[in-house]
Protein backbone atom coordinates (compact mmCIF):
# COMPACT_ATOMS: atom_id res chain seq x y z
CA UNK A 1 0.00 0.00 0.00
CA UNK A 2 2.91 2.51 -0.32
CA UNK A 3 1.96 2.99 -3.73
CA UNK A 4 -1.25 3.44 -5.42
CA UNK A 5 -2.10 2.96 -9.48
CA UNK A 6 -5.40 4.38 -10.78
CA UNK A 7 -6.95 2.18 -13.46
CA UNK A 8 -9.88 3.20 -15.66
CA UNK A 9 -13.32 2.52 -15.47
CA UNK A 10 -16.07 2.62 -17.56
CA UNK A 11 -17.66 6.08 -17.20
CA UNK A 12 -21.27 4.72 -17.89
CA UNK A 13 -22.18 3.89 -14.48
CA UNK A 14 -23.36 5.49 -11.16
CA UNK A 15 -22.48 3.05 -8.64
CA UNK A 16 -19.71 0.51 -8.19
CA UNK A 17 -21.70 -2.86 -6.97
CA UNK A 18 -18.61 -5.32 -6.60
CA UNK A 19 -15.04 -5.95 -8.11
CA UNK A 20 -13.54 -9.59 -8.09
CA UNK A 21 -10.10 -10.02 -10.00
CA UNK A 22 -7.67 -13.18 -10.59
CA UNK A 23 -4.30 -13.30 -12.31
CA UNK A 24 -5.65 -12.91 -15.61
CA UNK A 25 -8.48 -11.05 -15.43
CA UNK A 26 -11.15 -8.07 -13.55
CA UNK A 27 -14.78 -7.56 -13.38
CA UNK A 28 -16.56 -4.96 -12.55
CA UNK A 29 -20.40 -4.81 -11.72
CA UNK A 30 -22.47 -1.71 -11.78
CA UNK A 31 -25.86 -0.59 -11.42
CA UNK A 32 -26.05 -0.87 -15.08
CA UNK A 33 -23.52 -3.25 -16.38
CA UNK A 34 -21.08 -5.85 -15.76
CA UNK A 35 -17.71 -5.01 -17.80
CA UNK A 36 -14.30 -7.26 -18.03
CA UNK A 37 -10.97 -6.41 -18.14
CA UNK A 38 -7.91 -8.11 -19.20
CA UNK A 39 -4.53 -5.98 -19.38
CA UNK A 40 -5.90 -4.59 -15.96
CA UNK A 41 -8.52 -1.77 -16.76
CA UNK A 42 -6.49 -0.48 -19.44
CA UNK A 43 -9.75 -1.43 -21.55
CA UNK A 44 -13.21 -2.63 -20.35
CA UNK A 45 -15.91 -5.25 -21.92
CA UNK A 46 -18.94 -4.95 -21.61
CA UNK A 47 -20.50 -8.28 -20.93
CA UNK A 48 -24.22 -8.89 -21.87
CA UNK A 49 -25.00 -9.76 -18.11
CA UNK A 50 -26.84 -6.51 -16.21
CA UNK A 51 -25.59 -5.25 -12.89
CA UNK A 52 -27.39 -4.36 -10.37
CA UNK A 53 -27.03 -2.39 -7.33
CA UNK A 54 -26.99 -5.26 -4.64
CA UNK A 55 -24.81 -7.21 -7.29
CA UNK A 56 -21.64 -9.58 -5.85
CA UNK A 57 -19.28 -11.25 -8.02
CA UNK A 58 -16.82 -13.75 -6.81
CA UNK A 59 -13.97 -15.67 -8.14
CA UNK A 60 -13.39 -19.40 -7.31
CA UNK A 61 -11.05 -21.91 -8.71
CA UNK A 62 -11.02 -20.14 -11.96
CA UNK A 63 -14.52 -19.74 -12.29
CA UNK A 64 -16.58 -16.60 -11.49
CA UNK A 65 -19.98 -16.25 -10.16
CA UNK A 66 -22.39 -13.37 -9.58
CA UNK A 67 -25.64 -12.75 -8.25
CA UNK A 68 -28.89 -10.66 -9.04
CA UNK A 69 -31.93 -10.53 -7.38
CA UNK A 70 -32.75 -14.40 -7.05
CA UNK A 71 -30.83 -15.88 -9.45
CA UNK A 72 -27.31 -17.04 -9.35
CA UNK A 73 -24.99 -16.80 -12.36
CA UNK A 74 -21.48 -18.97 -13.85
CA UNK A 75 -18.88 -17.96 -16.32
CA UNK A 76 -15.83 -19.31 -17.24
CA UNK A 77 -14.82 -16.22 -19.01
CA UNK A 78 -16.06 -12.99 -16.73
CA UNK A 79 -18.77 -13.43 -18.32
CA UNK A 80 -18.52 -12.82 -21.68
CA UNK A 81 -20.43 -16.22 -21.56
CA UNK A 82 -22.83 -17.41 -19.04
CA UNK A 83 -25.38 -20.43 -17.68
CA UNK A 84 -27.58 -19.49 -14.90
CA UNK A 85 -27.14 -22.01 -11.99
CA UNK A 86 -29.72 -21.33 -9.18
CA UNK A 87 -33.11 -19.76 -8.67
CA UNK A 88 -33.12 -19.20 -5.20
CA UNK A 89 -36.57 -18.72 -4.87
CA UNK A 90 -36.15 -15.76 -2.89
CA UNK A 91 -33.75 -12.70 -2.87
CA UNK A 92 -29.98 -13.77 -2.78
CA UNK A 93 -28.53 -11.47 -0.03
CA UNK A 94 -24.42 -12.84 0.00
CA UNK A 95 -22.31 -15.92 -1.03
CA UNK A 96 -19.56 -17.56 -0.39
CA UNK A 97 -16.84 -19.82 -1.40
CA UNK A 98 -15.38 -22.26 1.25
CA UNK A 99 -13.49 -25.72 1.46
CA UNK A 100 -14.79 -26.42 -2.49
CA UNK A 101 -18.33 -25.39 -1.69
CA UNK A 102 -20.41 -22.57 -3.19
CA UNK A 103 -23.16 -21.08 -0.80
CA UNK A 104 -25.57 -18.26 -1.75
CA UNK A 105 -27.87 -16.92 2.07
CA UNK A 106 -31.23 -16.33 0.76
CA UNK A 107 -34.44 -17.29 3.35
CA UNK A 108 -32.28 -20.66 3.82
CA UNK A 109 -28.75 -21.56 2.74
CA UNK A 110 -28.08 -23.04 -0.45
CA UNK A 111 -25.07 -25.21 -1.09
CA UNK A 112 -23.02 -26.76 -3.87
CA UNK A 113 -20.06 -28.41 -5.27
CA UNK A 114 -17.88 -26.17 -6.91
CA UNK A 115 -18.77 -27.55 -10.33
CA UNK A 116 -22.47 -26.46 -9.39
CA UNK A 117 -25.20 -28.67 -10.98
CA UNK A 118 -27.08 -29.91 -8.07
CA UNK A 119 -27.97 -27.85 -5.41
CA UNK A 120 -28.93 -29.20 -1.71
CA UNK A 121 -30.57 -27.16 1.59
CA UNK A 122 -28.21 -26.18 3.94
CA UNK A 123 -29.62 -27.96 7.21
CA UNK A 124 -29.66 -24.51 9.78
CA UNK A 125 -32.13 -22.67 12.20
CA UNK A 126 -30.53 -19.53 10.56
CA UNK A 127 -32.97 -16.74 10.66
CA UNK A 128 -33.04 -13.23 10.33
CA UNK A 129 -33.52 -9.74 7.75
CA UNK A 130 -30.29 -9.03 6.01
CA UNK A 131 -27.39 -11.32 6.15
CA UNK A 132 -24.12 -11.17 4.95
CA UNK A 133 -21.26 -14.17 4.64
CA UNK A 134 -17.54 -14.28 4.28
CA UNK A 135 -15.03 -16.64 4.83
CA UNK A 136 -11.72 -16.82 6.77
CA UNK A 137 -9.33 -19.52 7.47
CA UNK A 138 -11.56 -22.09 6.32
CA UNK A 139 -14.03 -21.05 8.39
CA UNK A 140 -17.63 -19.21 7.53
CA UNK A 141 -18.88 -16.76 8.70
CA UNK A 142 -22.88 -15.58 9.07
CA UNK A 143 -23.18 -12.17 9.89
CA UNK A 144 -27.11 -11.14 10.49
CA UNK A 145 -28.19 -9.59 13.86
CA UNK A 146 -25.29 -11.87 15.49
CA UNK A 147 -22.13 -13.58 13.74
CA UNK A 148 -21.83 -17.62 13.82
CA UNK A 149 -20.04 -19.41 12.63
CA UNK A 150 -19.32 -22.95 11.02
CA UNK A 151 -16.27 -24.76 10.18
CA UNK A 152 -18.23 -27.58 8.26
CA UNK A 153 -19.87 -25.89 5.10
CA UNK A 154 -22.88 -24.75 6.74
CA UNK A 155 -23.37 -28.05 8.51
CA UNK A 156 -23.61 -26.41 12.18
CA UNK A 157 -23.20 -23.24 13.26
CA UNK A 158 -21.69 -21.59 16.29
CA UNK A 159 -21.66 -18.29 18.45
CA UNK A 160 -18.44 -16.99 19.14
CA UNK A 161 -17.56 -15.90 22.72
CA UNK A 162 -18.90 -13.62 23.48
CA UNK A 163 -21.58 -13.16 21.82
CA UNK A 164 -20.60 -10.53 19.11
CA UNK A 165 -21.93 -8.68 15.79
CA UNK A 166 -18.38 -8.68 13.30
CA UNK A 167 -18.59 -6.77 10.48
CA UNK A 168 -15.98 -8.15 8.86
CA UNK A 169 -13.11 -11.01 9.56
CA UNK A 170 -9.37 -11.73 8.38
CA UNK A 171 -7.19 -14.72 9.18
CA UNK A 172 -3.48 -14.15 9.65
CA UNK A 173 -0.86 -16.55 11.80
CA UNK A 174 -3.01 -18.55 12.90
CA UNK A 175 -5.51 -16.27 14.53
CA UNK A 176 -8.52 -14.36 13.49
CA UNK A 177 -9.29 -11.04 13.49
CA UNK A 178 -12.78 -9.13 13.26
CA UNK A 179 -14.30 -5.67 13.76
CA UNK A 180 -17.64 -5.27 15.55
CA UNK A 181 -20.38 -4.01 13.29
CA UNK A 182 -22.13 -1.14 15.66
CA UNK A 183 -18.84 -0.69 17.86
CA UNK A 184 -15.74 -0.49 15.64
CA UNK A 185 -13.71 -3.24 18.23
CA UNK A 186 -11.42 -5.40 16.83
CA UNK A 187 -11.20 -8.40 18.67
CA UNK A 188 -9.31 -11.82 17.83
CA UNK A 189 -9.13 -15.00 18.73
CA UNK A 190 -6.96 -18.23 17.93
CA UNK A 191 -9.28 -20.86 18.13
CA UNK A 192 -12.38 -19.33 16.42
CA UNK A 193 -14.94 -19.72 19.64
CA UNK A 194 -12.98 -17.46 22.20
CA UNK A 195 -12.77 -13.91 21.35
CA UNK A 196 -10.50 -10.95 23.02
CA UNK A 197 -10.81 -7.31 22.91
CA UNK A 198 -7.60 -5.81 21.08
CA UNK A 199 -7.10 -2.98 23.57
CA UNK A 200 -5.68 -0.52 20.70
CA UNK A 201 -8.74 1.08 19.62
CA UNK A 202 -9.09 1.07 15.59
CA UNK A 203 -9.09 4.38 13.63
CA UNK A 204 -11.91 6.71 13.72
CA UNK A 205 -14.60 7.65 11.03
CA UNK A 206 -15.04 3.43 10.24
CA UNK A 207 -18.44 2.73 9.75
CA UNK A 208 -20.67 -0.64 8.85
CA UNK A 209 -19.43 -0.06 5.35
CA UNK A 210 -15.64 -0.33 5.97
CA UNK A 211 -13.57 -3.27 5.44
CA UNK A 212 -10.51 -4.68 7.14
CA UNK A 213 -8.45 -5.54 4.38
CA UNK A 214 -6.13 -8.47 4.80
CA UNK A 215 -2.43 -8.84 5.50
CA UNK A 216 0.19 -8.49 2.66
Known sequence: GDSWQVINTPASF???????????????ASDVNVYTSSNNGVTWTTTPLPGGFSMKTLVSNGA????????????????????????????IQDMA??????LASANILNRSLQSPI????????LTG???EMETAGNALFFHSGITVFSVDEGDTWQ???????????????????ARTYYTN?????????DWTLIPTPLPAGLDSLSRIWDYL
Open 64 to 91: WYAWLAQKLYASPDGFLTYTEILDAGSY
Open 159 to 177: LPNPAQQFSDVIFHNNTWY
Open 129 to 131: GYA
Open 14 to 28: SWLSSIAADNNRLVL
Open 185 to 193: EAWQSGNLT
Open 118 to 125: DWQWVPTD
Open 97 to 102: SVNGFL
